[in-house]
């Protein structure tokens, strides 16, 4: 089970799920939806409410690694270890913009605006850091799995009581 | 000046980029990355009288930690040379490289390391000294391990940055002691008599020479230079004429304010400078490949340039100053021709190579005005500033005068024998048909050595370039300048046995290598550095099987019992566990209860998997629990976390020899429940008895600000992402490392990927186990 080299920026389709359950199959397709769904919600509201980019990331991860196991393929198509350096500079950058506007580091920023659909809505930099962190969360967790998925099968445990 | 140390920097992250889809043309971009260290020029020109500026951005003011950048005439000097070095070889090494080069990668290193570089010459503040110094040390790692499936390649990095990252430990320590005695971080501001006359001032003297030492390969830490001609031909012309082996030089140069009223400074410094200065010299004379050669010489010069400033008079910084000048234009020409001879015939040996001036008319040309230079021969630059080299050294007394023209001797002889490669019957590698290069490869190379012809026909330019230092270097009052002629003087005297000697040199070469080989010592800073690094192996592998070698259940049950000792530890120092905390909420107990059942559960389990499920249970337990004591965000947190970490265990258990039952004898099972259950326990006591010294509560100030200065309603996130965002982005970087981490873990155990590169037979010499 070798990769393709990463230059591609495509995942590796497995060569077969990890299970052929049909119930699971049928399922998945929509409650990954509605995991992804309330993932971003999360990520959205987490400044005033609980939430944030921590916590999407792991429900995204989630429904990401139910996919996989369900179809074999993953929904994402490029190597999840990519997003982990573009969430660290977003985080980064998102830091840094204040800094350079002579602010503390990481310094966030909120206002209010007011449009004729969303009536009166909060905007705040700080989003775009719990992005980053997001981003980052997401491909962390994505490597560890897809790569745990894809042990070769026959390795064995020596020494295990 | 700040833009033009972070201009590089911002422009090898866009070279990454450029890297693939440019190719070669990258270079371009490239040399336009240190067109603002060439905008200084302007303010170099104005220099010996104008006031040097000053540039400050604030870091961390509360720890007294600024990037300033201070652009007097030394510094200045220094910055322009690195822009101009630095823009020919991004120029010469869009010629250079193959096309099958990673170029994006070769370009970031290459603008990454020219703009630690910059920073380096250009800071005021101590701290951002050191980090700068530590910046060339990575990059110049990188550098020299660009090509890293060579054993050789990685060799030579892993060597140069073992050797300076030793010596910039030291100027951590000796920049923490001049901040301690001198009051300030700034090197400007430092109080310079407070310094001398506090105790920290002779280590901080010795260490930073230490560190001076092993950035210029002065001896005996020679040996990371020469290896380092791994790396490019432009990254070496860049690496040993104007930057990374400068830095050390630079150090002296600039400390010299501050230490050199001291005996001890000179008194170090000269020999070991004059001592690299032969040695290295001596061992240039006997390389015969032309690049070692020249890493040789390199050396030597630096010797030579830390013996001048390292005299810490008017008299030792004006020839430093006008030599670093010279040098650096002759040994980037140098450079450059090497890997002309390198890149036209395929081969690099002396004894392969002859008679190339008939097929290289032009390179001849640079070779011989830069060599000549290097020589020390009118009408030439080198000329000139070995005569003041003379005259310094004349002053010192007639040993000094002996050692300088033996090494100049040496360097004469050596710069000779560079140029026989030019000269006899015309001879190359079979296949080869050496042509001249195109103009990208001679135009460098030409400019420069027309450069070293201009510092000696027209004394005047060198002059009022090295004057641009005084006011820095503190020799305004120093009458020397620069000539061709001025007499017979006991300096030119010298010369000329300078050049009889070399004569003699060059005429017996033949006597001379049997004689290098029969002097050759058996023991030499290599085998030392190899004897050191394999000790450190084979010691931390013993250290690995004593410590690491434990079966998994044998580490957890030490672990264990380490965590119930802690806590016994912790209810004997402080028998008053109980301190009174208020009323038990009584809501959590059936959460309680629940956390305890997991942790039985896990015990009885017989499977890994119900192991597993079970373990899970306890951590949504301790989300109940933080439901109950009002965390809905540390619940959901935790919950998810649960989530994720058993999907993982579970897939990580696939392929493990199935649901069985574990095996395990009666005794050691009762022995496992009593460690186990005595560091739970122990673990309870340590929080218990932690709870007296509660201070009070920091919650009432987040819940006060949060929305205030955040603007957000939620306080875990606002914190998080504002009030201690930065720990934050620490966090992050660290899952991100372990994400990385996993994954070549996990990769480097697959097979059919070898772990190592395939020419690793080639094995490193003295690799042998004692």
Redesign the interface.
Known sequence: ??RPPASTGREAPAPAP?TNDPILRSTSRAVFALVLLFAFL?LWR??????????AG??T??AL?LHRIAYGFSALRLDP?RL??W??AL??VT?LVPYLLGRP???????YITTAVTGEF?W?T?LL??V??FL??V???L???Y???????Q???E??? | MTVAVFFPFLMAALAAWLGPRLGRRTGYVAAAAFLPALLLIPDLLRMPGAAPALEVTRWVPTLDLDLAFRGDGFSLLFAVLIGVIGTLASLYSVAYLSERERFGRFYSYLLLFGGSMLGLVLTDNLVALFGFWEMTSVTSFLLIGLWHTRSAARDGAVKAFLVSALGGLALLAAVALIALGGGSTSLSALDVGALRESAYFTPALLLTLLAAFTKSAQLPFHLWLPTAMEAPTPVSAFLHSATMVKAGVVLVAKFGLLFGGAALWSAIIVPVGLATLVWGSWLALRQTDLKALLAYSTVSQLGLLMSLYGLADAEGRFSATAHLLNHAAFKAALFFVVGIIDHETGTRELPLLGGLRRALPVTFAVALLAALSMAGLPPLGGFISKELFFEAMLHQGPLFIAVAVVGSALTFAYSLRLLRVFLGTPRAPAGAEPHEAPPGLTLPAAGLALTALAFGVLPGTAEALTRTAQSALNFADYDGYLSLWHGVTPALLATLLTWALGAVLVWQARGMETLGRRLTPRVNANTVYYGLTQTVNVFSSWLIARTQGLPLPDQLRIMLAAAALMGGYAVWRAPQVFYPFGELPLGVLPIAALLVAGAVGVLLSRGRLTAVIVTGLTGFGSAAAFLAFRAPDLALTQLLVEAVTVILFLLAFRYLPGVRDLPRTRWRYVFDVAVAGLAGVGITLLVLSSVRFLAPPISPYYLEYSYKGGGGKNVVNVLLVDFRGFDTLGEITVVGMVALAVLSLVRLGKPGRPRRAPDDTAELPARRRP
């Open positions: 089970m070798t990890l999360l987490g400044h005033n409410a609980p939430g944030g980019g921590f916590i792991l429900m991860a989630c690694v270890a982990i350096p969430g660290l985080s980064f830091g580091y990481l310094k966030s920023d909120y206002g909060e705040a700080a850091f719990d980053g962190v980052l969360v491909g962390a967790s490597t560890i799995a790569a745990l998925t894809e042990v070769a099968p390795e064995t445990v020494g295990d009581e």
